[in-house]
């Protein structure tokens, strides 16, 4: 059974740094690209960060990009997303999920959301 488990949401003020883990099981990093999505109240969903499955190529929207790291761990089948000097707009829902190749819409797999909130 594929499963994708997000934690380390919480609550963090302005400026604060958060890391965001993806524990993946059924299927290994070599076989499906990792991305970020987020979902905060009113909006629409936005892609956040993703990165490749075979050549590790990472992506980032252009309010991610400076402040997020996205990375992974094979060995824990595992992918993070460091984000730092988080502000209030980056409160949301954040959910990791599962594509083919990164870019590709919708993913193949979700997983349940962690919540991130940011103080001012």
């Known amino acids: 059974e594929v499963q994708l488990v997000e934690s380390g949401g919480g609550l963090v003020q302005a400026g604060g740094s958060l890391r965001l883990s993806c524990a993946a099981s059924g299927f290994t990093l070599d076989d499906y690209a990792i991305g970020w999505f987020r979902q905060a109240p009113g909006k629409e969903r936005e892609g956040v960060s993703c990165?490749?499955?075979?050549?590790?190529?990472?992506y980032y929207a252009d309010s991610a990009e400076g402040r997020f790291t996205i990375s992974s761990d094979n060995a824990k089948n595992t992918v993070y997303l460091q984000m730092n000097s988080l502000k209030p707009e980056d409160t949301a829902v954040y959910y990791c999920t599962a594509h083919l190749v990164c870019g590709t819409y919708p993913p193949d797999y979700w997983g349940q959301g962690t919540q991130v909130t940011v103080s001012s």
């Open positions: 990165i490749g499955s075979s050549d590790g190529r990472t």
